[in-house]
């Protein structure tokens, strides 16, 4: 019954953590393990030790000997400070909306281990363990996805893992949910007791908006790759011109990203002279790379930031067991998630908006120069009965209207919680699920793009009156891979099943695309 990974792990406690090993666990089955080396533990250790000792000559530290929040002015008795932490996991257990999945549940794991594994949250080596544990053999809390602020960190989706730690409410576990504490009996594994300040240590964090943040990143790479080749497939079908990608163009224009993604859309342009119908296409075809460009660049910037919050320590207060210093403060506050989230969902968007537009261009045969009204490969006698891809328009059109309706960033609408004291709050957490929500929608988008532009090439191809454009080797293996999942649409069918399937190939980045490998849990900055 034990779900243990065998793949080799990503080391906590030996260096910076990247995206990429974030998502090797979450997405790419690999487990953890706590570095070796002895340095690292002693960090740990002295961190833990040094509270101890504070706390044995009757030293105050906010949230071990106080009251949390804007209680922090009440002194707890000695002899309930052992009791404090358990009472901080109970009283926070009151999430609400979805739970999150198991890749995102991984995701939140490993983000809260590594920052405990920082040596600046006070917490005992034990605790990393029994944490390493449950990513280990996929003891997966229920985490609601709904209910955080963003500042005093998750407290109330992270006071679901606190609470597996110690054995108490529903994880997931083999398949099957069960009670913690069974799941731990299962593994051998008694339920932690937590030390005074480890239930604050747990959930005082950015723990959750950053695995989400870890998650949509790689999607949106992912998807901004993917807008190139399906522009290149959109101007091979509409017979554009190549010339608009050229690199000596965009030497005039140095922004990295727009380079980069019009070389890639340059690329896969075959360099033959077929004519084309307009000396300079319409701005969803002639302006693309300036549109992915904004998304490639500004991953950039997003990577160093949820990197930086990846590896930091992030609760409130901090021990620095070396110089026996108790430092409060409040790096629990997600701010720069925030703004990465909110911006982030703003440049997906836009990808859906392209996309949408270069769709609504193929199926139109006032602007196809020649394809099929809605891409149909009926011809003859059953043409006027079918419709080809006049609806899949339809539910794109409504697909992008709803992400850029969600747009609106979440970080600008702090709320002042618990008595004022939280008066500030960054609301990351909501800003990473919209721009999930975003990005799912973008997927869709792309999904719809896919199966048209490969249909709008095969028709280009069949058209008696054109000389069939030559592909590159890359866009022919594309082509080929995408008609796997979603044959060339004759006769009318749903088209749903096939959507389904190619967007979940997307979400999941299964497409090699550009130099990156697909489906690896991470991909190429």
């Known amino acids: 019954m034990d779900?243990?990974?065998?793949?080799?792990?990503?080391?906590?406690?030996?260096?910076?953590?990247?995206?990429?090993?974030?998502?090797?666990?979450?997405?790419?089955?690999?487990?953890?393990?706590?570095?070796?080396?002895?340095?690292?533990?002693?960090?740990?250790?002295?961190?833990?030790?040094?509270?101890?000792?504070?706390?044995?000559?009757?030293?105050?530290?906010?949230?071990?000997?106080?009251?949390?929040?804007?209680?922090?002015?009440v002194s707890v008795p000695p002899e309930l400070v052992a009791e404090l932490p358990l009472h901080l996991t109970r009283y926070h257990g009151c999430g609400m909306g979805a739970h999150l999945d198991d890749e995102a549940t991984l995701a939140v794991l490993v983000c809260r281990l590594n920052s405990l594994a920082q040596g600046y949250s006070g917490v005992r080596w034990e605790l990393l363990q029994q944490l390493a544990a449950l990513i280990e053999h996929r003891v997966l809390p229920f985490i609601p996805s709904e209910g955080s602020v963003g500042a005093s960190g998750d407290l109330t989706p992270l006071s679901y893992v606190a609470a597996a730690l110690i054995g108490e409410r529903d994880v997931r576990h083999a398949g099957v949910r069960r009670p913690a504490a069974e799941a731990l009996a299962l593994l051998g594994r008694a339920p932690l007791t937590l030390a005074p300040k480890e239930g604050l240590a747990i959930m005082n964090g950015t723990a959750v908006m950053t695995a989400l943040a870890c998650l949509a990143w790689q999607r949106a790479d992912h998807l901004s790759r993917l807008c190139c080749r399906l522009t290149a497939l959109a101007s091979v079908a509409l017979r554009g011109n190549r010339g608009h990608f050229d690199p000596r163009l965009f030497a005039a224009k140095p922004h990295a990203g727009q380079n980069e993604a019009a070389a890639w859309i340059f690329a896969d342009l075959h360099a033959d002279e077929t004519e084309v119908i307009r000396l300079q296409d319409r701005y969803s075809i002639r302006c693309a790379p300036h549109v992915i460009g904004?998304?490639?660049?500004?991953?950039?910037?997003?990577?160093?930031?949820?990197?930086?919050?990846?590896?930091?320590?992030?609760?409130?207060?901090?021990?620095?067991?070396?110089?026996?210093?108790?430092?409060?403060?409040?790096?629990?506050?997600?701010?720069?998630?925030?703004?990465?989230?909110?911006?982030?969902?703003?440049?997906?968007?836009?990808?859906?908006?392209?996309?949408?537009?270069?769709?609504?261009?193929?199926?139109?045969?006032?602007?196809?120069?020649?394809?099929?009204?809605?891409l149909s490969g009926s011809c003859g006698a059953r043409a006027p009965i079918n419709h080809g891809f006049k609806a899949v328009q339809i539910g794109a059109s409504a697909w992008t209207a709803e992400a850029l309706k969600l747009t609106m960033p979440a970080s600008v609408f702090s709320r002042s919680t618990e008595c004022h004291n939280q008066d500030k709050v960054s609301m990351?957490?909501?800003?990473?699920?919209?721009?999930?929500?975003v990005l799912e929608l973008t997927e869709q988008v792309a999904s719809a793009l896919t199966l048209a532009a490969v249909q709008g090439v095969a028709l280009r191809q069949r058209l008696a009156d054109a000389e069939p454009a030559e592909l590159t080797p890359e866009v022919e293996a594309f082509m080929r891979e995408v008609g796997e999942h979603s044959p060339f649409l004759d006769e009318d069918r749903p088209l749903e099943a096939e959507l389904r399937a190619v967007t979940g190939l997307i979400r999941d980045g299964r497409w090699a695309l550009y130099g990156a490998s697909g489906a690896d849990g991470g991909a190429d900055a």
């Open 3 to 73: 779900a243990r990974v065998t793949l080799a792990p990503v080391e906590i406690g030996a260096r910076r953590l990247r995206i990429e090993d974030v998502l090797r666990v979450a997405r790419g089955g690999a487990g953890v393990a706590l570095s070796e080396n002895p340095e690292f533990a002693r960090r740990i250790r002295s961190g833990a030790a040094f509270l101890e000792r504070l706390l044995a000559d009757n030293g105050t530290v906010y949230g071990v000997n106080t009251g949390y929040g804007d209680s922090c002015t």
């Open 294 to 374: 904004v998304a490639r660049d500004a991953l950039t910037w997003m990577r160093r930031d949820i990197e930086n919050e990846l590896n930091s320590a992030n609760d409130n207060p901090l021990i620095d067991g070396d110089a026996e210093l108790v430092l409060h403060g409040g790096h629990f506050y997600g701010g720069h998630i925030a703004f990465a989230m909110d911006a982030l969902k703003t440049a997906v968007a836009n990808l859906a908006d392209l996309m949408d537009r270069q769709l609504a261009l193929l199926v139109d045969s006032k602007y196809n120069h020649g394809l099929p009204q809605n």
């Open 428 to 437: 990351g957490t909501i800003a990473a699920r919209d721009c999930l929500r």
